[in-house]
């Protein structure tokens, strides 16, 4: 995969500028109040389709002054987005709480201030953004083949030689529709296959009896039985 020219740079700028309107809009009505994370770091995976899309967030849970109703604290918020420029959406009471969404470039801070309690809660977003192309999947090369079989051993009958999981090959996981990604099933997330452990090969004369069932080569045919006079 290759990355996406200046995607990753926009991402970033997109993220300082959620970061930056976050840290004012908390500082002014609930100045008490941290913000997580506190420092922008890296952003988050939001959507596991391929190519995979990245995210920045961050929230925050502040206390109202008893002296401030839940209206005018959504008010307040609703004012210091639209000085800020933000597009301002305010909601009626629901679910117990005003909602106040602000947008910007893509960038959502919402401010929901709970009517029954004194709780102030923060969450912001980016946009989910790719910064890579997608790549097609190449099956990769069985590290052993007939060819290549230690003295004594066979190709595991799992893999036949590939060493990785052959559920999702060697990736740990597997597509899904909905998901996007779901952990393997097989393997969990080990990547090796679980029956050679990644060798690609079993030692014949540790082989079990029902694993020699797997190879015909290796099950010795029934001894005839003796006729007695």
Request: net charge negative; aromatic share 6%.
């Amino acid at each position: 995969m290759a990355e996406i020219p200046g995607a990753k740079a926009e991402l970033e700028r997109l993220g300082r500028l959620m970061r930056a309107q976050m840290l004012d809009l908390v500082a002014r009505l609930t100045p008490e109040a941290e913000v997580f994370p506190q420092k922008l770091g890296h952003p988050s995976v939001a959507d596991w389709h391929e190519p995979l899309r990245y995210t920045y967030g961050m929230t925050s849970r502040g206390a109202r002054p008893d002296t401030v109703p839940p209206a005018q604290m959504a008010q307040r918020a609703a004012e210091v987005l639209a000085t800020a420029g933000w597009a301002v959406a305010a909601e009626e009471e629901v679910t117990e709480a005003y909602c106040v969404t602000g947008r910007s470039e893509d960038v959502m801070i919402r401010v929901r201030v709970s009517t029954v309690s004194d709780v102030v809660l923060y969450v912001a977003e980016t946009p989910k953004m790719a910064l890579t192309t997608p790549e097609p999947f190449t099956r990769p090369e069985p590290l052993r083949t007939a060819d290549t079989l230690s003295p004594g051993h066979v190709l595991c009958y799992e893999c036949d030689g590939l060493g990785w999981c052959p559920c999702c090959y060697g990736r740990g996981w597997v597509p899904d529709s909905e998901r996007g990604r779901r952990r393997c099933r097989e393997c969990h997330q080990d990547r090796a296959c679980p029956i050679c452990r990644g060798a690609g090969e079993k030692y014949a004369a540790d082989l079990q009896d029902d694993e020699r069932g797997q190879y015909p080569e290796l099950v010795l045919p029934p001894t005839p039985l003796l006729r007695q006079e």
